[in-house]
Every structure is written in C-alpha cells, then in structure tokens.
C-alpha cells in the first residue's frame, strides 16, 4: 500500500496564477482532509470531505476550492494564487472519522 | 472554543535522559486525542489515540497517557533517532462525530544529541 500519496511535491506559481494539487489515497478510508502547515501556525484545516459526495469548510477555505473526486481522490484548487498561499500542504485520510494519515505534502512556494 | 496548547516549543536532551513533553487541551466534549510525529520535510506520522481520562498506550520508548485537562509524551531513554516534532491534536465530540476534524497544537520540537 502506497498510503497518501501527493502530487506534484513542489511548485512555484506566479501571482495570479492557478493550480490543482492533487491526493489519493489506496487504504479505503471514507474521509479526507486538507490542511496548510506554516511556521508559528500550525496545522490548519482547509477543507474537508467526510464522505464521497460532501465537502465542507475548516478553519482558513478561502481562496480554495475542492473536488472528492471519487472515494480514493481529493484535489486541491487555487483559482488565483495570492503570496499568502505559500505554504505547505498536507493531505489526510481517514476511515470512520479515527486517526488521521497523512501524505508527504507539497511545497508550494507563490511569487 | 476548541483549544490544544503544547509546551515546551523545544527540548533538547542528551541520549539516555527521559522527560515528558506536555499537550494541554480545551474541549466541549473529548472524543479522541492523537499524538503524531513529524520529521523535517514530510508529513505528520500517526502514533497514538487516546480516548478517556486514565488511558495509557506505549510505543517502544514513547508512552502517551491522558487526563481531563492534558495529555503527556514521555520519552524514555531517548535516542538520536527519537528527534523529531510530535504534535498533539484533538477531536471534539460535540459537531465533529462525522467528519473527524482535529485541532493541532503548534508541537514540540525534540533533539537528542549522542
């Protein structure tokens, strides 16, 4: 079992510009999560999607959008990239709302 | 307001010298608290849950145990290979039965020198 896996894990995006991460997971577990990680700040929960077919907001959504794509995928869009977005992020998945596993995250820097 | 709060922000420890690092919390209602370890440049690595006042649960040199109020890592006879930031988050039962949201605390950043 490759777990979470995430791609790409590294960008560096120009104001303004788009991108879609993307994350899979092979466990079967119902339930995956986004979050950003940066210094000083924590873990903080962007979206989420307890099922296949629902998606809903955390903590910090704006300026993102999601798709569940299907029970193993879960992507992560940036419509128009802002500095403010250059973060780490971390994709999660989890079965019945238990402990979370996490992917290897992406390292998106925006300029 | 959900709350996880992890002291000290850094430990430094000579191999072979134990301590605890400590996870304070601020929940309506406890429906889990899960400890993780993160090495630099990849994701947050599941260790323990612990689900009510009392509960203990070891892992080689690492033993997590719980209260009303906090939750403590302690790390027994560490290693450098124990270096490490552990992170503490919670699930509130109240609203967060069905979607597994967790609160993290900033984490505490461990080295072990040899």
């Known amino acids: 079992n490759a777990g979470v896996t995430q791609t790409p894990k590294f960008q560096v995006l120009k104001t303004g510009q788009s991108m879609t991460l993307q994350c899979a997971q092979d466990?079967?577990?119902?339930?995956m999560y986004w979050y950003r990680q940066d210094p000083g700040m924590g873990l903080r929960l962007i979206y989420y999607?307890?099922?296949?077919?629902?998606?809903d907001k955390g903590e910090v959504p704006n300026g993102y959008n999601v798709s569940r794509l299907n029970k193993r995928e879960f992507s992560l869009r940036l419509e128009s990239a802002a500095p403010s977005q250059t973060s780490v992020y971390f994709c999660?998945?989890?079965?019945?709302?238990?402990?979370?596993?996490f992917g290897p995250g992406t390292r998106l820097t925006v300029t | 307001e959900d709350q996880v709060t992890q002291s000290p922000e850094a430990l430094r420890l000579q191999e072979g010298e134990s301590s605890s690092l400590n996870c304070s919390y601020t929940?309506?209602?406890?429906?889990?608290l899960f400890w993780y370890r993160q090495d630099p440049g990849k994701g947050p690595e599941f260790l323990f849950t612990?689900?009510?006042a009392g509960e203990e649960k070891e892992k080689e040199r690492l033993k997590a145990t719980l209260t009303k109020k906090e939750s403590f890592l302690h790390i027994t006879a560490p290693k450098p290979e124990d270096s490490a930031t552990y992170l503490c988050?919670?699930?509130?039962?109240?609203?967060?039965?069905?979607?597994?949201?967790?609160?993290f605390g900033q984490g505490t950043t461990l080295q072990v020198k040899p």
């Open positions: 999660a998945s989890s079965k019945y709302s238990y402990e979370q596993y």
């Open positions: 466990m079967n577990h119902n339930s």
């Open positions: 999607s307890a099922s296949e077919g629902t998606t």
């Open positions: 929940v309506s209602g406890l429906r889990g």
């Open positions: 612990l689900y009510s």
């Open positions: 988050a919670v699930q509130d039962a109240n609203g967060s039965s069905n979607t597994g949201k967790l609160i």
